[in-house]
């Protein structure tokens, strides 16, 4: 595996019910970030992680809840989700250190559906 | 509010074209721009990064950057149909110790064969 894996790479879900995305990077980054792409919107940051410590929340609500164990590994935990939080969610990862932090290498998305 | 604004487009170029992309910004502090590119359905990935004023060339691409006017713009020489995709232009917005990209909403760009 290279680069940066998420799973699922589709997924519907009820508003009630309790699902995760799972992100995954090979590139020995040091950061990593969960993104939200909607349609006619440019791309929302929602959490970063740097060093397996939050340093960004961008006011996302709570049914929003990011985890992230180690360096490689990040899951966006979800529960109770609206309709319009139907999107495209990337996750990306980068170095810290320098010029390197704003190179992001993205995952290819994971498509969420709330019916 | 720091935003960036671009043309979304589409921008319709015949093949073998020059196809031009313009993205300007609005933090005049910025130091650091970046063009990615995002096929339908796929996740955006970084095709040239800027960071002092004037060109940068890269094969096919060039980006231009004219931080008095805050603007940067991103130049395909020879486009192909494989070129068709959304462009994203962002710039880091830093406050403090606090670094982040601000994006814009891309470009669509067709290259018709």
């Known amino acids: 595996e290279t680069g940066v894996t998420q799973t699922p790479r589709h997924l519907v879900m009820g508003m009630t019910n309790k699902k995760s995305l799972k992100c995954e990077q090979h590139?020995?980054?040091?950061?990593m970030y969960w993104y939200k792409q909607s349609a006619k919107k440019p791309l929302e940051l929602m959490f970063v992680?740097?060093?397996?410590?939050?340093?960004e929340n961008n006011s996302v609500p709570s049914r929003f809840s990011p985890e992230c164990p180690n360096s490689s590994h990040l899951f966006l935990h979800l529960h109770t989700l609206q309709p319009e939080d139907s999107a495209l969610y990337l996750c990306?990862?980068?170095?810290?250190?320098?010029?390197?932090?704003?190179?992001?290498?993205f995952g290819a998305g994971s498509r969420l559906t709330v019916l | 509010q720091k935003e960036v604004e671009q043309n979304s487009g589409p921008l319709s170029v015949p093949e073998g074209a020059i196809a031009s992309l313009n993205c300007t910004y609005s933090?005049?502090?910025?130091?650091?721009f970046f063009w990615y590119r995002q096929y339908s359905g796929k996740s955006p990935e970084l095709i040239m990064s800027?960071?002092s004023n004037g060109d940068k060339e890269d094969g096919r691409f060039t980006a231009q950057l004219n931080k008095a006017s805050q603007y940067v713009s991103l130049l395909i020489r020879d486009s192909q149909p494989s070129d068709s995709a959304t462009y994203l232009c962002?710039?880091?917005?830093?406050?403090?110790?606090?670094?982040?990209?601000?994006w814009g909403l891309g470009t669509s760009l067709a290259v018709n064969p």
């Open positions: 933090d005049r502090v910025s130091q650091s």
């Open positions: 992680y740097s060093l397996e410590e939050r340093v």
């Open positions: 800027i960071y």
């Open positions: 990306a990862s980068s170095q810290i250190a320098g010029g390197g932090a704003n190179v992001l290498t």
């Open positions: 590139l020995g980054h040091n950061a």
């Open positions: 962002a710039f880091v917005f830093a406050a403090g110790n606090n670094r982040k990209l601000i």
